[in-house]
């Protein structure tokens, strides 16, 4: 039905009725300008707020002026709010005035269904004629200046007549409207009030504009230092049951009409979002109030739960931009940041972990999803994708791993991994894919990361619907079901978190599946064997890859932060687990003819070869050792593979060097040190050594080690550092020696001696270290 309404209206009567509405709305303004004025600051504790110890909670109704005069001598307070509650109801019977002016009763405004195009914009003139008003008059003036209401008359007439007299109704209603939310402060008994009006006579516009007032005047604090009113104790279920008077509306419901109604939960939820989002806090999202209506939604209307969540999403978002922003300042957040942080992380966690059990419902059904299902389904994939475009998915810098910004990224990643082994996900778009394989790559695993969604595999809840199939408790569907979500990692190459995901599911039936499980011991050790097996499967086809990026989602080098490129894995067996190989060195690029060169020799200090002789596998190519020039040596030394039988336990890891090399080994004996004289010392000055760790640059091929090799290795590679400290302290005193003879004879050799030796500096020798592996 089409709104006729309203067309005998004239310009003369709009004048009639809207003038005693300016007047009681003047009224009610300068009550609560006074009634602030006047109030006490209390404190409690250590927080301050205005008000009285006593009150009643904030966002209760005012009784009647003729109720409250009935209980003036019983109650005090019925005696303060009387001349509140007689200016408050003076303003809805004005503005009520103005609606029977218009509609006649509430009867013929609820079968208005939907407004003409003409009727939609004749409202939104009457909405914007009082801004207008103050845009011509006093746009270039303070803010004290004197209302002229003559010209406001002339200005209002004038807008009056340029509409049609048939759409002048809907043009007073919206003007009406705006004239009381502008002018009147947001008391909520007033704004209540006019929601009922506005619901009882069909305005869905201007039903949409007071609810967001009242959801705003019952999130928003009064003052900085007052609490938000929806926090009261006494306002838990306050939200919902607004909630349940929106939706109780839809008239299109109740007489089974097929036209979309304006009052549902979603159009609740969207409003209520938009208003948590601009104003809202932490203690807001964290109050009884909010958290019953998500209970509420959840079982009501679920994409109106979900868009819930994505609201808290971009709330914490915000969040961490600002935080990002002050760091880049040089300020540090404060505590009570950092509080609100966690406390928005920890309610979307719980709410995002709910999610869970409603995906395996859905899955149970098969391809037997209701269009409302469907809905559902969609909106769990909307969200992931809405939080991945906000950032939430990544993990905060400084999170440790029981910290809500990691429990945030877990909770996503176990929802992602859900959606995308969900036979219900061909219904979605290649991009929603995509977006859900990125977020998921983007992740940081560790070996928590999908405690939530095994658990949940092992011990499913029992579902709240009526689903295809029964729930299959038993350990074979568990394998199941962790195959099929391991199964869609391994098909987008998420390698990272397929190894992450056995290795939680081993973790959790080693410690709580196969204690507590009714199956035989045989059925719960194969299980283990069979989750052993996944493991190192998955953990080989992660680790065992020559490229570390390749399809995969985690950070290698996650200690560094940085992805080492051309990094490899290898098992190693004495520690049974997967280490990093070592690169191989690299060869310097020379110049053609240049030698290669290290540091020259300082002073007279004897000769030492630069690295030590280790033991190495039969394969392992021999090492060539290069001769130093100042001494004089008949042939070039070398070392010779080491061979070593594969059933040998004991140290039979043996090196063959020849005669000739002897004199290049670390452990040179003291004598042979001191025998070199101080000439050729001073020759060694001018010569320079080869490189010998560019030369003995192959790499080591993997080998079997046990104790008792590594043993004979330390007794065999033993080096005797205190024989080295004294031939370099006798050394450096026959320098100091022969430096005192030249430069002054009057000071004896002696006495330099025992200086220079007391100046050398004590090192710990390592004999006592080696020792302990003999």
């Keep these: ?64 002026p003729k109720a409250l005069a009935s209980r ?80 406001e008359m002339a200005i209002m007439n004038e807008c009056y007549e340029a509409v049609s007299e048939q759409y002048r109704g809907w ?26 009006m506005s619901l009882s006579y069909n305005l869905p516009r201007e039903s949409k504009i007071i609810l967001r007032a ?13 609490s938000r009113p929806i926090c009261h104790p006494a306002h838990s279920s306050y939200l919902r049951e607004l909630c349940i008077k929106w939706t ?7 007489q089974g009409s097929h036209q979309p109604s304006h009052y549902t939960e979603t159009g609740f939820v969207t409003i209520l979002v938009d208003v948590l989002v601009e104003m809202g806090s932490a203690d807001v999202w964290n109050s009884r109030a909010v958290s019953r209506l998500g209970r509420h939604m959840q079982a009501t209307d679920f994409p109106a739960f979900v868009q819930l969540l994505c609201g808290l999403a971009e709330v914490i978002s915000r969040q961490s931009r600002r935080k990002r922003m002050k760091r880049k300042r040089g300020k540090v957040p404060d505590g009570e940041f950092e509080a609100e942080n966690i406390q928005l992380c920890d ?43 906000l950032g939430i998915h990544l993990c905060d810098d400084d999170a440790h791993s029981e910290s809500p910004f990691r429990e945030v990224q877990d909770v996503l990643a176990c929802l992602a991994t859900q959606c995308l082994a969900s036979p219900h996900l061909g219904s979605r778009s290649a ?82 599946v196969s204690v507590s499980s009714a199956a035989g011991g045989r059925e719960n050790e194969r299980i283990r064997y069979e989750l052993m097996d996944e493991v190192n499967t998955a953990e080989r086809r992660f680790y065992g890859s020559r490229s570390s990026r390749h399809g995969s989602s985690s950070n290698e080098s996650e200690d560094t932060g940085e992805e080492l490129e051309g990094s490899e894995w290898e098992w190693e067996d004495l520690f049974g687990c997967w280490v990093r190989k070592s690169p191989p060195a690299k060869q310097r690029e020379m110049a053609p003819n240049v030698r290669p060169q290290t540091r020259l020799s300082m002073g007279s200090q004897p000769l030492r070869a630069p690295a030590l002789i280790r033991t190495t596998s039969a394969s392992a190519p021999p090492r060539t050792a290069v001769a130093r020039r100042s001494v004089p040596v008949k042939s070039t030394s070398s070392l010779k593979p080491v061979s070593r039988t594969s059933t040998s336990t004991s140290t039979s890891a043996t090196i063959s060097i020849s005669s000739d090399s002897s004199t290049h080994s670390r452990s040179l004996s003291p004598d042979t040190e001191v025998s070199l004289d101080e000439d050729e010392d001073e020759e060694d000055e001018d010569d320079s050594y080869e490189d010998f760790d560019e030369i003995l640059a192959p790499k080591k091929p993997r080998r079997e080690w046990n104790f008792r090799t590594l043993v004979a290795d330390a007794q065999k590679n033993v080096i005797n550092l205190r024989e080295e400290k004294a031939a370099e302290r006798a050394a450096a005193a026959r320098r100091a020696a022969s430096q005192t003879w030249n430069l ?27 020792d302990l592996l003999a």
């Design 431 to 512: 991009h929603d894919v995509e977006e859900l394989v990125s977020l998921l790559k983007d992740a940081h695993p560790v070996t928590s990361t999908y405690d939530d969604l095994v658990i949940a595999t092992f011990a499913p809840e029992e579902p709240a619907g009526s689903p295809a199939r029964p729930v299959d408790r038993s350990l074979l569907g568990a394998m199941r079901s962790l195959r099929r979500y391991a199964s869609a990692l391994h098909e987008h190459d998420l390698r990272a978190l397929e190894a992450s995901f056995w290795a939680c599911a081993l973790r959790h039936f080693e410690r709580d």
């Design 1 to 64: 039905m089409v709104s006729t309404l309203g067309k005998n209206i004239s310009v003369s009567r709009i004048n009639r009725l809207l003038r005693p509405l300016r007047n009681k709305c003047a009224n009610l303004a300068s009550l609560a300008s006074s009634s602030s004025s006047n109030a006490s600051l209390v404190t409690y504790g250590s927080r301050s707020a205005t008000g009285t110890p006593d009150e009643h909670p904030p966002l209760a109704l005012l009784l009647s």
């Design 171 to 196: 043009t007073l209603v919206s003007h009406a409207l705006s004239i009381v939310m502008k002018n009147c402060p947001h008391q909520p008994t007033l704004v209540s009030c006019l929601l009922d």
């Design 248 to 254: 109780s509306s839809n008239l299109s419901k109740d």
């Design 72 to 151: 003036a001598h019983l109650d005090h307070h019925s005696l303060e709010n009387l001349e509140l509650s007689r200016r408050v109801y003076a303003v809805l019977d004005t503005f009520k005035n103005v609606l029977q002016a218009h509609f006649g009763s509430e009867s013929v405004g609820k079968e208005v269904k939907i407004m003409s195009l003409t009727d939609i914009c004749a409202a939104v003139v009457g909405e914007s004629i009082q801004d207008d008003i103050e845009l011509s008059l006093y746009e270039d003036r303070d803010e004290s200046y004197d209302v002229d209401e003559d010209a």
């Design 347 to 389: 309610r979307l966690s719980r709410w995002t972990t709910g999610l869970h059990s409603r995906v395996v419902l859905l899955d149970l059904d098969d391809d037997l999803l209701l269009p409302a299902q469907h809905d559902e389904f969609a909106s769990i994939v909307d969200y992931l994708v809405t939080s991945r475009a």
């Design 214 to 226: 009242l959801l705003a005047t019952a999130i928003c604090a009064g003052r900085p230092s007052a």
């Design 744 to 770: 002054g004879r009057g000071v004896g050799r002696d006495k330099m001696r025992r200086q220079s030796a007391q100046n050398m500096p004590e090192e710990p020798s390592s004999d006592d270290v080696l």
